[in-house]
């Protein structure tokens, strides 16, 4: 089978280094691609939103297969694109279609959506330009700290946690008012604020049957001990410790099964992976936010744990029959640790040299924003540029073997976290 996938992230370098383990693969096509899809797969240079230029690539290199990995693509649309050209109506695409993609691409739908469906989530509001005076009222009545959401895609900054009223009042004036992060503010959700820890469960749907992959856990601030700005993602673990069997039935009962039969309520056929970022509030979950796609770097723990070959996975998922289907995972725990270029996420520099190592056993090392110069010579080309990951039978070993992993990756002004995973040594320690 021909297969093209979209993106060029670490997100889209595992999906090739999974789906090219395949014995089902006959080529695999990548659009963009960086440096490391280039040592599995042909790059093909066109733009991810460039729905024309990939439905002539897959006409001229009879793709069979299209897994879309970012959501901009899917939230534009390019699933109904290639269903209304009769030519390409036969290409099979794991992805939802623009309506299924609201999900992610408008937070008020989605709030919505779970409201109307009785899926676990914080209370919130809505507001716009005209109604901002009722916003800057509304939030003189709720507790702090509150959340403020940007409405569309907003390439993970659209969220702000404000820990006064002052700053909240400024950060929604800007945000309607100024239209801080463009059309994606021209709606603001005003939410409460949920204690408890973060994890994300992703769900793999072929519009009836679903499968649960394994979980993970992410850590999006770019300083130890999770401070400073936010950012896409500086590691990630899969499985989360906290999450014990008992947690994740809530979750598949109260979260995936409600959000699926709300999905054909509302006539949505939805083939593709479902990202739930969940928080557990006190051993309950919460849904904070749906993406309508696999999550990076998470993907790059999750994918390394599924046994079962992708591409018949896939294709079982855009043919409608996940049922036939066993899911096989390995026990082991993956750590990812993100290697970043100096000054991200503000202002930082591409172009710069690498040394990449060789990966050791159980070891992967995925290519996020990297690019080829010749042959052999990979630069930098991105804010997160690289990402080491580790499995191993312990959570503490995964640790230490992704950390050595990232420190060997060279290039100038490199930075990573050095704490990913060790907030959760505490929990196996309870589990003694």
């Given at each position: ?16 280094w ?10 695999l096509f990548?659009a963009?691609?960086?440096?490391g899809?280039?040592?599995l ?14 439905a002539?690539?897959?006409k ?9 990995g ?7 649309g390019i699933?109904?694109?290639f ?7 036969k ?11 609201q999900?992610?691409?408008s ?7 779970m ?6 989530t914080?209370?919130s ?12 009222a ?7 700290p ?6 569309g ?12 009223l ?8 800007e ?10 503010s021209?709606?603001v959700?005003?939410?409460q ?6 994890l994300s469960?992703?769900?793999l749907?072929?519009?009836k ?17 999770d ?9 990630a673990?899969s499985?989360?410790p ?11 009962e109260?979260?995936v ?6 999905l ?5 056929k939805?083939?593709g992976f479902?990202?739930?970022g ?9 849904v ?11 993907t790059?723990?999750v ?7 992708m591409v ?19 026990p ?8 970043v ?20 056993k ?18 930098t080309?991105?804010?997160?540029v ?6 191993a039978?312990?959570?503490n ?14 290039f ?5 976290r050095k704490?990913?995973?060790k907030?959760l040594l505490?929990?196996?320690?309870e589990?003694?």
């Amino acid at each position: 089978m021909n297969i093209l996938i979209i993106g060029s992230g670490g997100r889209e370098h595992a999906f090739a280094w999974k789906i090219s383990q395949s014995k089902n693969l006959t080529q695999l096509f990548v659009a963009p691609g960086n440096a490391g899809t280039a040592q599995l797969a042909t790059n093909l240079p066109i733009a991810v939103s460039d729905f024309t230029g990939i439905a002539q690539a897959v006409k001229e290199h009879n793709i069979e297969m299209i897994i879309v990995g970012p959501e901009d693509p899917l939230v534009k649309g390019i699933v109904d694109f290639f269903k209304k050209d009769k030519s390409l109506k036969k290409v099979k695409i794991v992805g939802p279609d623009a309506a299924g993609a609201q999900l992610e691409g408008s937070k008020d739908f989605s709030k919505n959506f779970m409201q109307k469906y009785g899926i676990p989530t914080a209370a919130s509001q809505t507001f716009t330009k005209d109604t901002l005076d009722e916003g800057l009222a509304y939030l003189e009545k709720q507790s702090l700290p509150i959340v403020l959401k940007a409405d569309g895609l907003a390439a993970g900054k659209g969220v702000i946690i404000a820990e006064t009223l002052a700053e909240a009042k400024q950060s929604l004036h800007e945000m309607l008012a100024e239209a801080k992060f463009g059309d994606a503010s021209s709606k603001v959700l005003i939410e409460q604020y949920l204690s408890g820890i973060e994890l994300s469960v992703f769900v793999l749907s072929d519009g009836k049957n679903y499968k649960i992959l394994p979980e993970a856990k992410d850590y999006k601030r770019i300083g130890d001990g999770d401070k400073g700005l936010n950012t896409g993602g500086m590691g990630a673990v899969s499985p989360v410790p906290f999450a014990n069997e008992a947690f994740l039935q809530k979750v598949e009962e109260r979260v995936v099964k409600p959000t699926l039969a709300g999905l054909q309520t509302e006539g949505i056929k939805y083939v593709g992976f479902i990202f739930v970022g969940l928080m557990n509030v006190g051993g309950e979950p919460y849904v904070i936010e749906y993406n309508a796609r696999m999550g990076d770097p998470e993907t790059e723990v999750v994918l390394p744990r599924i046994k079962t070959d992708m591409v018949k996975l896939m294709k079982a998922t855009a043919e409608g029959k996940l049922d036939k289907i066993k899911l096989s995972l390995n026990p082991k725990v993956a750590i990812a640790t993100v290697v970043v270029a100096g000054g991200y996420p503000e202002d930082y520099r591409k172009g710069d040299l690498m040394i990449i190592p060789k990966a050791e056993k159980d070891t992967i090392i995925f290519h996020a924003g990297t690019k080829l110069a010749g042959d052999k010579i990979v630069l930098t080309n991105g804010g997160r540029v690289i990402v080491s990951v580790a499995m191993a039978r312990t959570l503490n070993s995964a640790r230490q073997k992704s950390q050595r992993l990232a420190k060997n990756i060279i290039f100038d002004g490199r930075y990573y976290r050095k704490d990913i995973g060790k907030d959760l040594l505490k929990f196996l320690k309870e589990q003694e």
